[in-house]
């Protein structure tokens, strides 16, 4: 069964401070891994696409890993901002569907 | 060159009736998936269709729900004889090939509420 669990499910840290967001996946077989944000009530923005291939992206201030051998990718993001705050939710893309896991809601304190 | 389009934005449905619900993909995408989005939880896999083909419709309730993708217009999740349970937010996303690496492109959603 293909399932994605991301730790922790809420997170509250001070503006400024370094953070990681965890993702897990229980089958490897995955063509790629979406990390996405979303707002209260809005719809998904996509933040960074790794494919199966690849080890790490890059945007800004965000950094997505992956490890397919031990089904795991981590989202870091630097210098966390007021304007952070959101549910950031993982996508694994399997052959014909997404799975998703239930995000980490994050608050970032001024 | 439009992204993922879904309308209404917000439905309102007493119990009993019917909720239609559209999608119109990307620009040149002939692949489109639906997910349900319960309130305080993460958005679960309905169907995925193609042109005129379900290709996968696990994630479909047994009852009162189905899905269709015509050659021409709009992707349409269509919910029967609504009940509370069915609140919920509906998202769309589309791609252009099934088995790429490419991402998906989702769309804003359509919140619907049963009073």
């Known amino acids: 069964k293909q399932e994605v669990t991301q730790i922790p499910a809420a997170l509250s840290v001070p503006e400024g401070e370094n953070l990681v967001l965890n993702c897990s996946f229980t089958d490897s077989a995955i063509y790629n891994l979406q990390w996405f944000r979303q707002d209260p009530g809005k719809g998904l923005t996509s933040l960074l696409l790794?494919?199966?291939?690849?080890r790490e992206q890059t945007s800004g201030r965000l950094n997505a890993s992956l490890d397919k051998s031990s089904g795991r990718s981590t989202l870091y993001i630097a210098a966390s901002q007021p304007g952070d705050s959101a549910t950031y939710l993982c996508a694994v893309r399997y052959a014909g569907k997404s799975t998703f896991g239930d995000g980490t809601t994050l608050t970032v304190k001024p | 060159n439009a992204g993922v389009m879904q309308n209404p934005r917000h439905l309102v449905r007493r119990r009993g009736q019917e909720a239609r619900l559209r999608c119109s993909p990307m620009k040149g995408h002939s692949h489109v998936y639906w997910y349900r989005q319960l309130p305080e939880e993460g958005l679960k896999f309905m169907v995925y269709?193609?042109?005129?083909?379900?290709?996968?419709e696990s994630g479909m309730p047994k009852e009162r729900f189905s899905a269709e993708f015509p050659k021409e217009g709009p992707s349409i999740l269509r919910i029967q004889q609504v009940v509370r349970g069915d609140s919920a937010a509906y998202f769309c996303a589309s791609s252009w090939n099934r088995d790429s690496g490419e991402k998906l492109f989702f769309g804003s959603g359509t919140q619907l509420s049963v009073l």
């Open positions: 790794i494919q199966s291939s690849q």
């Open positions: 269709l193609q042109k005129e083909n379900i290709i996968d």
